[in-house]
């Protein structure tokens, strides 16, 4: 074989590679993450009934705070919330939601507070109009990492 058939042949697998490293992170760039409620949760503006849910960012490079909300199939778009960023450690690396459990009101379903990413100690935190998240997220956190006596 001659050396310039071997060039455009070793440009195009390097081109393939490439290729299919790039759409292999999919759901890592958009953060997926599955999750089933078994009861009924608030989300802003609305209630989820028990169900299985994805969650995942919108597919923009621009903001990275826009969550999208699909049913199981990611047929039907429930919703399309902004959020905010917010971290807390993750040495499991599992994805997690963090919930409101301190509504003692009888019929009111928790709200979902955050959303963290699966391998990171990133997540996102939703904005509830007229609710302070930060004050329920801070006293989750430290209720969680008081240890028992």
């Given at each position: 074989?001659?050396k ?7 440009l195009a697998?390097v ?15 958009n ?26 960012l ?10 999208q ?18 971290s ?20 009111v379903?928790p709200?979902?507070?955050?959303w ?12 509830y ?13 430290s ?7």
């Amino acid at each position: 074989m001659r050396k310039e058939n071997i060039v455009p042949l070793m440009l195009a697998a390097v081109l393939l590679v490439l290729s299919l490293g790039t759409s292999a992170k999919a759901d890592d760039w958009n953060k997926k993450t599955v999750v089933t409620f078994d009861q009924d949760v608030t989300i802003p503006d609305r209630v989820l009934p028990p169900g299985t849910y994805i969650f995942k960012l919108l597919n923009s490079a621009s903001s990275r705070y826009i969550v999208q909300i699909w049913d199981q199939d990611e047929m039907h778009l429930i919703t399309t919330l902004m959020t905010v960023g917010d971290s807390y450690p993750n040495p499991d690396g599992r994805s997690y939601f963090v919930l409101d459990t301190s509504q003692t009101e009888e019929g009111v379903p928790p709200a979902v507070l955050s959303w963290f990413f699966a391998g990171s100690d990133d997540g996102r935190a939703f904005i509830y109009p007229g609710y302070s998240t930060t004050r329920i997220l801070q006293s989750q956190y430290s209720s969680q990492s008081q240890p028992e006596q």
